[in-house]
């Protein structure tokens, strides 16, 4: 499995972004998909989920509101719109799949590489 993120970039705050992960080879075991964030200094963290199957979706407090995660399953693709953007939404998002709907960074098997979101206050 494989997956390609896009779409980060500089952005206001209070401007919007859109993020997109493509994912190849994907297979049944492969139930979710979400995306994650990592600033400088810190851990990386959940952010959002969706379930390929059903559409069921997680999400962070802290994007809950702003962001919404939906997936294309004829594309195989995960977007992530992100709205109302803050500094402190500053991070590199990773995409990631994996066989259940979780938080945990430890439950994704696959990981794209990395798109670089930068909020300027």
């Known amino acids: 499995v494989q997956l390609q993120a896009s779409g980060g970039g500089l952005v206001q705050a209070g401007g919007s972004l859109r993020l997109s992960c493509a994912v190849s080879g994907r297979t049944l075991d492969n139930a979710a998909a979400g995306w994650f964030r990592q600033a400088p200094g810190k851990e990386r963290e959940f952010v959002a989920a969706?379930?390929?199957?059903?559409?069921?979706?997680l999400y962070a407090d802290s994007a809950k509101g702003r962001f919404t995660i939906f997936r294309d399953n004829a594309k195989d693709t995960v977007t992530l719109q992100m709205n109302s953007l803050k500094p402190e939404d500053t991070a590199v998002y990773y995409c990631?799949?994996?066989?259940?709907?979780?938080?945990?960074?430890?439950?994704?098997?696959?990981w794209g590489q990395g798109t670089l979101v930068t909020v300027s206050s």
């Open positions: 969706v379930r390929w199957i059903g559409g069921r979706t």
């Open positions: 990631a799949a994996g066989s259940f709907l979780r938080f945990g960074v430890r439950e994704y098997d696959y």
